[in-house]
Each structure stands twice: as C-alpha cells, then as structure tokens.
C-alpha cells in the first residue's frame, strides 16, 4: 500500500490554482460590492456600527449565545447598539430551512417594578449588564421556499430556529440608527 506523507506535484499545483483563483474571486466580489454601496462592517467589541447600516451576506448558523438558548441556533444580522439608538429598517432574506426572525429590545424592569408579579413578563434573556426583550417573529412566506421581507425598530435583529436546526441565510438589510423619543410627563 502506498501512503503519500506528502502531496504529489499535480495536488501542489491544483491547490496553488484553486488559492490563487479564490483570491482572484474575492477580489472581483469585493470590488463589485464597493461599487454597487454594499458594504459589510463588523462592529469592534466596545464600539458602535456606524448609523447607516447596510448589508448583504450569506452566513451559517451557530449557538446562540444567550443564556438559555444555547439549544436554539442563530445568525446575527444586525449588530447591537448599546448607545441609546435603536435600528429602524428593512431586511429580506431567503434561507435553507424556515427560520424566525428575533428582534431585540432594551428590557426596562425598572418601569414597571411591582406588576411583573401579578401580570407577567414578556420573553426576555440576560443580555450585557441589563435584559433585553425578545420579539419572535415566524413569517410564512406562502411559498416553497422559507423567505420574507420585514420592517423592523429594535436594538439587534437575527435570523433564529426554536428547534436547533442548523441553517444558512442570505439577506440583504438597510438599517438607520434612531434617536429614542424622550417622553415627558
């Protein structure tokens, strides 16, 4: 039996190529992304995404990381915002298996402090150093294919499954970040 430690001349040649076609393919994707305004930015830990957010992007999905829903999967396709605004906008999406879409919202238990007890509370999940509020919209599509278009207001939008099944997603997203109206008495 021949075992080969090493890759022969033509499996180091075919990988150079596919490398090499791979970066040429990147470079024409990105190229035509910035041309056409399509832009995708990762937040940095500790700051925030920019207030004009768009984005186009196919993602697999992972755990979701909030406490007690490690068994449900998630993509996140709208960053959080921990500066006061929240995000208002328009997200369309086709995906490989029917998803929920999760949004987002700063929990304030301080208001209604005393009538948790006696009328509820909505869903909510530990989230930074506070709680957020969690809107679980299914949308059917009433086609063959698991896919839709919402307007959303929240801090975070993300594509989700209750039952843990494993995902992809492609979704095109157009978010502002909004200044919360101050309510006075």
Do not use: C
């Not at 921990?82 to 086709?94: H, P, Q």
């Not at 869903?123 to 959303?152: C, D």
């Amino acid at each position: 039996m021949n075992v080969h430690v090493f890759p022969t001349k033509w499996g180091l040649k075919k990988n150079s190529v596919l490398l090499a076609a791979s970066i040429v393919a990147m470079f024409f994707v990105l190229a035509a992304a910035s041309s056409i305004g399509v832009t995708t930015v990762n937040a940095q830990k500790g700051s925030n995404p920019p207030d004009h957010y768009i984005v186009q992007r196919t993602a697999a999905s992972g755990p979701d990381p909030l406490p007690g829903h490690q068994g449900h999967q998630l993509v996140m396709a709208i960053p959080p915002r921990d500066d006061g605004k929240i995000w208002t906008g328009t997200i369309s999406y086709v995906a490989s298996y029917p998803v929920e879409m999760v949004i987002l919202h700063k929990y304030d238990n301080a208001s209604v402090s005393g009538n948790e007890s006696s009328v509820g509370k909505p869903l909510t999940a530990p989230f930074g150093k506070g709680q957020v509020a969690i809107t679980l919209v299914k949308e059917p599509s009433n086609t063959p294919v698991p896919s839709g278009s919402l307007n959303f207001a929240g801090d975070a939008v993300a594509f989700h499954t209750l039952d843990g099944h494993k995902f992809i997603v492609t979704y095109t997203a157009d978010a502002r970040a909004e200044d919360l109206s101050k309510v006075t008495k």
